[in-house]
């Protein structure tokens, strides 16, 4: 499974940006979708995350209420809707995928998008 993420950028803090993650070959093998963020400094924390198969959701405590997990099975993609962005947002953004069972970590990766919150 191949996972490219784009729509990073640079947005004022109370802003809006929308991730978009689109996974490509062995799409079947995977069945939980996700992101994940790393500030500077900072290990990686879980964000949020979609399965397939019924679209159930589950998001951070830190990000519930501004952003909202999402997917377009049609298209094999998956998007974060951030809202009310605020300055500790700021982090690089990673998809990834993995299947029941399986740790994040065996799982695919995406190379990351960059989101800078300015106060």
């Known amino acids: 499974v191949q996972l490219q993420a784009s729509g990073g950028g640079l947005v004022q803090a109370g802003g809006s940006l929308r991730l978009s993650c689109a996974a490509s070959?062995?799409?079947?093998?995977?069945?939980?979708m996700g992101w994940f963020r790393q500030a500077p400094g900072k290990e990686r924390e879980y964000v949020a995350a979609?399965?397939?198969?019924?679209?159930?959701?589950s998001h951070a405590g830190s990000v519930k209420g501004r952003f909202t997990i999402s997917r377009d099975s049609a298209k094999n993609s998956v998007y974060l809707q951030l809202n009310s962005l605020k300055p500790e947002d700021t982090a690089v953004y990673y998809c990834?995928?993995?299947?029941?069972?399986?740790?994040?970590?065996?799982?695919?990766w995406g190379q990351g998008t960059l989101v800078t919150v300015s106060s």
């Open positions: 070959g062995r799409t079947f093998s995977s069945d939980v």
């Open positions: 979609i399965h397939w198969s019924d679209g159930s959701t």
């Open positions: 990834a995928a993995t299947s029941r069972g399986r740790t994040w970590e065996s799982g695919y």
